[in-house]
């Protein structure tokens, strides 16, 4: 398969309406979107293959509101309609990026991640994106996988914006680091098994205080065409 990759300053150039457009979600210091190429973290996402289960866009959508934003999850900062489904994006901070450990950062984004999927199990989320070097398609864009083409879309965008480690303390307690904390250091090395994740559910979901909106820009981060 052929890849191309674009700056954002590149992306005007070549226009927003092609199809097949993706954007890597966090950012990397090489073209290879690999973990150990990883830059920093600037957000958090669910996809959520809505066509597997029996809910409209709109069943979905206000199920969503009603049942899960500040319930079970946080409200996100965007809510896309990605031509076949739906996705959430958590935007993070820049504090985030400028005093979060990187290796401590991965930790808290994995087991967000983790969390957030299993709380919207329900939804349809798709427990294979979760990854730290996942693309996602970009609003603007067509998704060629269906006959008509249709766009990606930003549905909603609250302008939230969010502290990583605040919401690891809020949702994932077990695994904010500490001087005696032998399970963050026993996650710098984990990987997923099913048992984790049952653990998870088991958790007791508590809502997160909403941050006030404030009017946001979403960062430069680096996109690709795959």
Not at 11 to 31: H, M, Q, V
Not at 144 to 151: H, I, Q, V, W
Request: include cysteine; charged fraction near 25%.
């Amino acid at each position: 398969m052929q890849f191309n990759y674009y700056k954002c300053n590149q992306l005007p150039k070549k226009g927003y309406n092609e199809a097949d457009l993706f954007i890597s979600i966090n950012s990397f210091n090489r073209k290879k979107r690999v973990e150990e190429n990883l830059l920093r973290i600037n957000a958090l996402f669910v996809d959520l293959d809505i066509y597997k289960g029996s809910y409209s866009m709109a069943t979905t959508l206000s199920k969503l509101k009603a049942e899960h934003f500040d319930h079970t999850i946080p409200t996100p900062s965007l809510i896309v309609d990605s031509g076949g489904g739906l996705y959430l994006v958590w935007i993070l901070t820049k504090l985030t990026n400028s005093i979060l450990p990187l290796q401590e950062a991965k930790v808290y984004f994995r087991e967000l991640e983790n969390y957030l999927i299993a709380a919207l199990k329900d939804m349809q989320s798709d427990s294979y994106v979760r990854d730290v070097s996942r693309v996602l398609r970009l609003p603007g864009s067509t998704n060629s996988k269906y006959k008509d083409n249709p766009e990606v879309k930003i549905l909603e965008h609250t302008g939230y914006e969010y502290s990583l480690k605040e919401l690891a303390r809020e949702y994932v307690p077990y695994c904010i680091k500490s001087d005696s904390s032998k399970a963050f250091n026993m996650l710098l090395g984990y990987t997923y098994s099913q048992e984790i994740e049952e653990e998870q559910v088991k958790l007791q979901l508590r809502p997160i205080e909403k941050p006030k909106p404030k009017d946001i820009s979403i960062r430069t981060i680096d996109m690709e065409v795959e």
